[in-house]
T-cell receptor
């Protein structure tokens, strides 16, 4: 199964951009990268997904490297409510299951 | 529009007992996935149901079984509970494919709040 590697924790000042990296060096050509976040043991919340091109929505931007071996989730103006565990997930080709890692615990500091 | 709902919110059982957890998918969704999340870990895929059948299964023993009803709601059953089964159980719903082909592009899953199971 494709695996992802993320830093265990990160801090970010309120109002600044939060850049969360993810390594997925074994990703296959047709496998998408998804990002979810989980706030205080609630259910995970979808943020964004992408295949090859950079993506942006109202919540975040996703930058995927040209070789697709890594990606970065960018929260442009972090707020205290963005404090959560962020999961980078590869949807394994030919399956229906998300493979979650242990995620990055982001703490936004006032 | 109600999102994914799960019941009960919390549950306490003893070793050896059996438990049933319930999930109602988001309106319009026909696919339900179940995940187990131990404390401090990411969710682990248990199985997924589509058209009332188990479509895919993760690395969980047969003690874990499920069911999907014609209205797309789903149940997760766990028999012979072990202490290690204590976890947050998450249900996620999504749209399923119509052709039967694997659908690996846009497949956003909407998660419920979870059921906290404690086994004593």
């Amino acid at each position: 199964d494709a695996k992802t590697t993320q830093p265990t924790s990160m801090d970010c000042a309120e109002g600044r951009a939060a850049n969360l990296p993810c390594n997925h060096s074994t990703i296959s050509g047709n496998e998408y990268v998804y990002w979810y976040r989980q706030i205080h043991s609630q259910g995970p919340q979808y943020i964004i997904h992408g295949l090859k091109n950079n993506e942006t929505n109202e919540m975040a931007s996703l930058i995927i490297t040209e070789d697709r071996k890594s990606s970065t989730l960018i929260l442009p103006h972090a707020t205290l409510r963005d404090t959560a565990v962020y999961y980078c997930i590869v949807l394994v080709s030919g399956t229906y299951k998300y493979i979650f890692g242990t995620g990055t615990r982001l703490k936004v500091l006032a | 529009d109600a999102g994914v709902t799960q019941s009960p919110t919390h549950l306490i059982k003893t070793r050896g007992q059996q438990v049933t957890l319930r999930c109602s998918p988001k309106s319009g969704h026909d696919t339900v996935s179940w995940y187990q999340q131990a404390l401090g870990q990411g969710p682990q895929f248990i199985f997924q149901y589509y058209e009332e059948e188990e479509r895919q299964r993760g690395n969980f023993p047969d003690r874990f079984s499920g069911h999907q009803f014609p209205n797309y709601s789903s149940e997760l059953n766990v028999n012979a509970l072990l202490l290690g089964d204590s976890a947050l159980y998450l249900c996620a719903s999504s749209f399923g494919p119509r052709t039967g082909a694997y659908f690996t592009s846009y497949n956003e899953q909407f998660f419920g709040p979870g059921t906290r199971l404690t086994v004593l």
